[in-house]
């Protein structure tokens, strides 16, 4: 079979034309098959967390009741135990502001894989906090019986004789989950 030099150019023609409209088409379908995964990745990050006071919490408790959310407030630590309180709620609630700290490294909620809070909801509600509510100053011991925290656990109502101290708990795993606040720049 004699192919002709005219056939010989078609044909390689041909085969350039098609190796370029599937270069074009692999490429393409690397292009989207990119995009999908980028956007996949930016719908499975989780958003920054808005924090929520301690009387946000108390104004609505059975609403927070059983939900996971990072809790803003003053960390205190004392012999008896440790809670993240304010000194007073604006309206008033019927309850001392408090919110008692269990730690129960199994139990408790993890945070989410991306730890991060929504800044300008911190900032603005930290800003409001200092204003009302003041660190205790201590004549003896550690600067740290009383601090501004922002802890990650989950709400959980008390009954009885405990509801007399707090409310309810916040359920965290452990220290991990509780990041110090500071107004110095």
């Not at 996971?68 to 012999?79: I, K, Q, T, Y």
């Not at 900032?123 to 501004?148: C, M, Q, S, V």
């Amino acid at each position: 079979m004699d192919v002709t030099d005219r056939e010989f150019k078609r044909s390689i023609l041909f085969l350039r034309t098609m190796s370029l409209r599937a270069q074009g088409t692999i490429a393409i379908g690397r292009y989207i098959s990119l995009t999908l995964l980028f956007a996949a990745f930016a719908l499975a990050a989780d958003p920054p967390i808005p924090p929520v006071t301690v009387c946000e919490i108390l104004a609505d408790l059975p609403a927070h009741e059983g939900r996971e959310m990072a809790v803003l407030g003053r960390f205190s630590f004392r012999r008896d135990g440790r809670w993240i309180g304010e000194q007073s709620c604006d309206p008033a609630i019927t309850t001392s502001p408090v919110l008692w700290l269990t730690e129960e490294s199994s139990a408790a909620p993890k945070p989410p894989a991306n730890f991060e809070f929504d800044v300008a909801v911190l900032n603005k509600k930290f800003a409001a906090l200092i204003r009302h509510t003041a660190l205790g100053k201590f004549r003896f011991g550690n600067p740290e019986y009383d601090r501004w925290a922002v802890v990650y656990g989950r709400v959980v109502s008390r009954q009885g004789d405990p509801a007399r101290k707090a409310p309810a708990d916040l359920v965290f795993r452990g220290n991990g989950v509780i990041v110090f606040l500071t107004t110095e720049k």
